[in-house]
């Protein structure tokens, strides 16, 4: 044996001899897109690993939280990394540009009718989204129901046809519908292929009506509205006299799909049915309208349609405190549980769990008078959140919306009444009518009152803070947050002004910059529809948790949120779209009179909606957690809008944010220099590259939309 003295390493050390996985691991402990992209360019080798998986292991590791869909080459992993940083960039900096969607105004003409019938008050918009993959084709759908009227808006990210927006129409009158008996109530695009109801693979939506219909229609350019298969009622059994056991299916207020087990779940006032989407879409039985009773007699075109599985008399059922007016909402926690919103009940959260011998009913714990100020009795929205990328998370989370104004987390496994209480510390009581989550950093909740959205905070733990990628410093985050309760910035006795990360210590500006107070919520001001329009958010939808687009449905308009970074990506064109497909005459119904027609055809080719640049203005509310006494929410927080200046979507002139109430020594850390002072400073004209230079990237907010505080 040879002794320890002629031992010796034959090569000598090299990073580029390491294996795959150990830079898989190094990587996905960078905390940035620039530390990425710095070790990309130390030689050939690392450059292809980065190139081949770098950018994946980034993302999935710096944005775990995100449900991403599918991605197909290591370009889109890089473009996903730039995508996911830039916008959360823009959501912790205020940075969004605001697109209102309305139907073009409608002048009488010679032809007019005073006798047709139409629809005098604006319809209320139910949205839904979903992003798909077709091969090398990407594309973000987005579908709504206006009224008794349907419209559709596929729009080409990627591919032959991107970029580029693709409108559908279809009038309800045109298929036999009119205006408030027969308005949508319900939407949802089917997110999986696997259900589907006709021979082509063409996204379908379930479309839920006030007349109690709930059918699957097309959403093909060249069949949308197409009526593909339709869901009933409760049939009594064979045996039953009378049919007592038959439950009609009335007016639709909400349906839920279980993918994993099939499962459909739809909720009228009374009920909950149940439906097997497998067995429906291949053992589905041929009946009319007339085998269901107090049903609209119509059996002119004889669709393919399945009765309910199983169902729920949920009203009949219920006595004493159990009881309540109507069912709001119903949404999937897991596989085998349903949960239940309802209006005006002592146990307004409920949960109907499936076992082998039917369901059973649990009400969620809730919160009483020791705990919170009010008695709580309804339930608006909920919301399955999928925490178990967090620690100590589940599959069993909801998130609740109730008529007090707050935001309810809580976990079905945990005996505690609720695990997590969210309220707008400036506005407290205002309920909210939807809830939007942007995987576990953020979720939106819209107002039920006014044209109002509210951006609030997990507090979980996140995976990725754009400030890390700047400069440090030994100051304090700028402007700082004025919020609505009395809270006092924190304190930070390390005077530091770099980071130490062999030793693990931030400098102050880095380490203040991932507080809870200096990343307050949000509350957005929608911009009216109308002079006098107080309309409230009905609905909220987003493609994809990437998406930079965030829709909400108005009364008579689509509003459309978007990520700065993601403007002009996402948009084909500012005000008209690339083509419009008018299918009003998919279904032949002779039920629409002459003058109807002659209407449909006149503005057949005129674009269903027309896009404007609103301007948005919002308040930041501090840190979303509950207020015990009333009186601490008791300050103005400054409301600052967007000033429109022109230029293209995300655009505008350059401009400093302007802070309604800067201190002089506050302004010459933003400036970079000395200078005299004001109350309320002039605007100054930088470019983005004069803004870095300057330290303008490290303000709280993007200075590149032009923003201004409300004057006092």
């Known amino acids: 044996m040879e002794s320890m003295k002629d031992l010796s390493i034959s090569d000598a050390p090299s990073l580029t001899a390491l294996p795959a996985e150990i830079f898989h691991i190094i990587v996905s402990h960078l905390d940035t897109a620039r530390s990425v992209s710095h070790?990309?360019?130390?030689c050939k080798g690392l450059y292809r690993l980065i190139r081949d998986c770098g950018w994946r292991v980034f993302v999935t590791s710096r944005f775990n939280t995100f449900s991403l869909p599918e991605i197909s080459s290591p370009d889109e992993w890089a473009e996903r990394a730039r995508a996911l940083t830039s916008q959360s960039r823009d959501w912790d900096r205020r940075a969004f540009t605001i697109d209102v969607l309305q139907p073009p105004a409608k002048q009488r003409?010679?032809?007019?009718?005073?006798?047709?019938v139409r629809q005098s008050i604006a319809s209320n918009i139910l949205v839904d989204a979903h992003h798909q993959r077709r091969g090398n084709d990407a594309q973000d759908l987005i579908f709504w129901g206006a009224g008794e009227d349907i419209f559709g808006l596929v729009r080409h990210a990627r591919g032959s046809k991107a970029p580029a927006d693709e409108w559908l129409v279809c009038k309800g009158s045109s298929t036999g519908y009119h205006s408030g008996i027969d308005d949508v109530t319900a939407v949802s695009i089917l997110k999986d292929n696997k259900y589907t109801y006709s021979e082509k693979d063409d996204p379908q939506v379930l479309?839920?009506?006030?007349?109690?219909?709930?059918?699957?229609?097309s959403m093909a350019p060249e069949d949308f509205g197409k009526k593909l298969f339709g869901f009933r009622g409760m049939k009594a059994a064979s045996d039953t006299p009378n049919g007592s056991n038959t439950i009609p299916s009335t007016q639709i207020q909400s349906f839920d799909v279980n993918y994993q087990r099939g499962l459909l779940a739809t909720a009228t006032k009374q009920s909950v049915l149940f439906y097997n989407l497998a067995s429906a879409g291949q053992n589905h039985s041929r009946i009319t309208r007339e085998d269901e009773t107090d049903a609209i007699q119509d059996?002119?075109?004889s669709l393919n349609e399945a009765w309910a599985d199983d169902a729920i008399p949920l009203k009949e059922e219920s006595r004493g405190a159990w009881s309540f007016e109507f069912i709001?909402?119903?949404k999937f926690v897991n596989e085998s549980t349903l949960a239940v919103g309802l209006n005006k009940c002592g146990y307004p959260?409920?949960?109907?769990?499936?076992?082998e011998t039917g369901f059973s009913k649990t009400a969620a714990a809730q919160a009483n008078d020791d705990d919170y100020h009010y008695t709580s009795r309804t339930v608006r929205a909920i919301l399955p959140v999928n925490t178990r990328s967090v620690a100590g998370g589940s599959g069993h989370t909801v998130l609740s919306s109730w008529d007090d104004g707050t935001v309810r987390l809580q976990d079905l496994r945990t005996p505690y009444r609720v695990n997590r209480i969210f309220q707008d510390n400036f506005d407290l009581t205002p309920p909210i009518n939807s809830l939007l989550s942007r995987g576990l950093e953020r979720f939106v909740a819209a107002s039920a009152y006014s044209p109002v959205i509210k951006i609030f905070?997990?507090?979980?733990p996140k995976g990725y803070y754009h400030t890390e990628s700047l400069p440090c410093g030994n100051d304090r985050p700028y402007p700082a947050p004025k919020p609505p309760t009395m809270v006092f910035e924190p304190s930070f006795p390390d005077s530091r002004s770099r980071c130490d990360y062999m030793t693990g210590h931030l400098c102050r500006w880095h380490a203040l910059s991932r507080h809870d107070f200096y990343r307050p919520n949000l509350t957005v001001w929608l911009p009216p529809l109308l002079a006098d329009d107080s309309s409230p958010v009905y609905s909220l939808a987003s493609p994809a948790d990437d998406s930079p687009s965030l829709f909400a449905g108005l009364s008579g308009g689509l509003v459309e949120m978007t990520a700065k970074s993601g403007g002009s990506h996402w948009l084909a064109t500012n005000h008209h779209p690339s083509s419009i497909i008018n299918n009003n005459n998919n279904n032949n119904n002779n039920n629409s009179t002459k003058d109807q027609s002659q209407y449909q055809d006149k503005d057949k080719d005129m674009p269903p909606y027309r896009r404007t640049r609103g301007r948005l203005a919002f308040i930041e509310t501090g840190s979303g957690f509950p207020v015990d006494d009333f009186a601490q929410a008791q300050r103005m927080p400054p409301m600052h809008h967007q000033v429109i200046d022109g230029g293209g979507r995300g655009g505008g002139s350059s401009r400093d944010f302007k802070n309604k109430n800067k201190d002089k020594n506050q302004n010459k850390r933003r400036d970079g220099r000395a200078g005299k002072g004001s109350a309320h400073a002039h605007t100054h004209t930088h470019t983005h590259t004069q803004m870095q230079t300057r330290g303008q990237a490290r303000c709280r907010f993007d200075e590149s939309i032009p923003l201004v505080p409300e004057r006092e």
Request: glycine content about 4%; aromatic content about 12%.
């Open 207 to 217: 479309v839920g009506r006030a007349n109690g219909e709930l059918d699957v229609v």
């Open 328 to 330: 709001r909402s119903v």
């Open 349 to 355: 959260l409920q949960y109907l769990e499936r076992t």
């Open 39 to 42: 070790l990309a360019l130390t």
């Open 299 to 301: 059996s002119s075109d």
């Open 457 to 460: 905070d997990y507090r979980w």
């Open 109 to 116: 003409s010679r032809n007019f009718h005073r006798f047709v």
